[in-house]
């Protein structure tokens, strides 16, 4: 059902594409579909980072067994958006592309974003995380980047209305504290305990 309903965004923009059940993508199609996908790249990765929060707010550990298919949707949309960017707005015309990449910054954020995912993505199975081990963790912590990057991005491409990327940029903020408090506190109860052992064998 999950799956589903995060591969609905894809399926209306394939609906629009060819114009099926009344579905239009509007006078400027390849915007429509810029727009469309790195939004909802944007909103999976905050749902990615939000699954962690949510488990320690609620006691529902299920919620983790979502975490990874979320992620790679989050990737799976902004390769769309990166498609569509290369394919359709650009035309695999190199030299306006790097270019393009190079002289409007928020173009450069969202590129440096795809490239911090793409290793998030590959390493995402049991195999990588058994291959790298506690390094796993450690490189998967450039999701916390990926994310700053990728509400930068929008921030910069939207010209006047700025609410939308507001709205997540607070989001974002709210699971970033939300992980340094956990942090904080896991610091305090080690501090605690080292205490406590000092204690005892003085």
Known sequence: MVFLLASA???????????????????????????????????????????????NWT????????????????????????ATYVVLDQGLRLAPLVEDVLKRPFITIGMLAMVLMLPLAITSTRGWMKRLGRGWKR????????AILGVWHY????????????????????????????RQQKLRRQAARAALAARASS
């Open 59 to 82: 006691g529902q550990t299920w919620l983790l067994g979502y975490r990874r298919m979320l992620g790679l949707f989050a990737f799976f949309y902004v390769s769309l958006h990166l």
């Open 155 to 182: 921030y910069w491409q939207v010209i006047l209305d700025t609410l939308e990327p507001l709205v997540y940029a607070v989001i974002l903020l709210i699971l970033l504290a939300e992980r340094l408090r956990v």
């Open 9 to 55: 965004p894809a399926l209306w923009a394939a609906a629009g594409a060819f114009n099926l059940a009344g579905i239009s993508l509007g006078a400027n199609p390849v915007e429509a579909l810029l727009d469309l996908f790195g939004l909802w790249s944007l909103r999976f990765l905050l749902l990615t980072l939000a699954i962690t929060p949510l488990r």
């Open 139 to 146: 490189l998967h912590r450039l999701v916390y980047a990926v």
